[in-house]
T-cell receptor
Framework: RKEVEQDPGPFNVPEGATVAFNCTYSNSASQSFFWYRQDCRKEPKLLMSVYSSGNEDGRFTAQLNRASQYISLLIRDSKLSDSATYLCVGPGGGNKLTFGTGTQLKVEL | DTEVTQTPKHLVMGMTNKKSLKCEQHMGHRAMYWYKQKAKKPPELMFVYSYEKLSINESVPSRFSPECPNSSLLNLHLHALQPEDSALYLC??????????????FGPGTRLTVT
């Protein structure tokens, strides 16, 4: 089983929709997780950090469910500019991070 | 200011060339990283420097040679690369282990093509 697993998508949603991504992790001892956003041919950019049960920033909400070992990212009122690949990232020991394969989101008119 | 800079943005090199990628950060971070990313794949860790010392080498071929001249700079020296080494090379930085919660900040990357 991969340490961090995501549905690769693509998720095609209309503008204004609410979309949710889930990510499962295998190491029950993991404490901190991150969602990164990566646009095509660009670097990953930190979107949100998740240390406790959840975090909210504007239209974005991240939640951590330790009992079921998953992290979710909810995007409300999606915009065309939200189209990107969203990477779920967990700790990998020491300074390492463990990346999911990414979920592609396409927001359409 | 969460900024990591990388030069060059693009690099085309032949298999016999020697070139270097450069990375700089001024966030006071003491851990720096090199990643390699192929299309439609997540970043793949290559090297980690912690307090200017190499702490992790993910079994990277010796044709890639990292160097950390000081706490703000990270280089990746390239020699005798293969076409399959063509990829986006990303530099990242973070606070060192034990002092942070793990966020890494990425530079814009160098898109490398080996001909």
């Amino acid at each position: 089983r991969k340490e961090v697993e995501q549905d690769p998508g693509p998720f095609n949603v209309p503008e204004g929709a609410t979309v949710a991504f889930n990510c499962t992790y295998s190491n029950s001892a993991s404490q901190s997780f991150f969602w990164y956003r990566q646009d095509c041919r660009k670097e990953p950019k930190l979107l949100m950090s998740v240390y406790s049960s959840g975090n909210e920033d504007g239209r974005f909400t991240a939640q951590l469910n330790r009992a079921s070992q998953y992290i979710s990212l909810l995007i409300r009122d999606s915009k065309l500019s939200d189209s990107a690949t969203y990477l779920c990232v967990g700790p990998g020991g020491g300074n390492k991070l463990t990346f999911g394969t990414g979920t592609q989101l396409k927001v359409e008119l | 200011d969460t900024e990591v800079t990388q030069t060059p943005k693009h690099l085309v090199m032949g298999m016999t060339n020697k070139k270097s990628l450069k990375c700089e950060q001024h966030m006071g971070h003491r851990a720096m990283y090199w990643y390699k990313q192929k299309a439609k794949k997540p970043p793949e860790l290559m090297f980690v420097y912690s307090y200017e010392k190499l702490s992790i080498n993910e079994s990277v071929p010796s044709r890639f040679s990292p160097e950390c001249p000081n706490s703000s700079l990270l280089n990746l020296h390239l020699h005798a690369l293969q076409p399959e080494d063509s990829a986006l090379y990303l530099c990242a930085s973070s606070h060192a282990t034990g002092t942070n919660r793990g966020e890494q900040y990425f530079g814009p990357g160098t898109r490398l093509t080996v001909t």
